[in-house]
């Protein structure tokens, strides 16, 4: 699944690789999330892409718009214990506090 995401991320930036990580270290989140969802317009099934569009939305502050990223994640892979872990605390944040445990549990089963 790496080498897919390499790909589209060459296909993104004309041939060269720019991962959504170098958005973080300049403090772009936003750049990230916009990476990340033309990513996701090439090639929807792309796990580590939607894993980490929830956590830039979850970065932002967007706790409505991670917790919905991270239920598409977790349809690829239900026992992603990062996917969890984010999902709870963006639960939290929305002071679903039984839905953030039951998560956040989760994370501890599947880490």
């Not at 959504?20 to 796990?47: M, N, Q, T």
């Not at 598409?72 to 944040?93: C, E, I, K, R, Y």
């Amino acid at each position: 699944m790496a080498n897919d995401h390499r790909q589209e991320s060459r296909l993104l930036d004309g041939g060269k690789t720019i991962w959504p990580a170098r958005y973080w270290k300049r403090g772009d989140i936003d750049g990230a999330i916009a990476h990340l969802e033309k990513s996701l317009r090439l090639k929807f099934d792309v796990l580590e892409s939607h894993n980490s569009l929830t956590y830039a939305l979850f970065r932002k502050g967007d706790a409505d718009a991670a917790i919905a990223e991270a239920h598409v994640a977790l349809n690829f892979d239900p026992d992603n214990g990062g996917t969890h872990a984010v999902l709870g605390m963006a639960l939290m944040t929305k002071g679903l506090l039984d839905e953030a445990i039951a998560q956040l549990s989760k994370r501890l089963r599947f880490s």
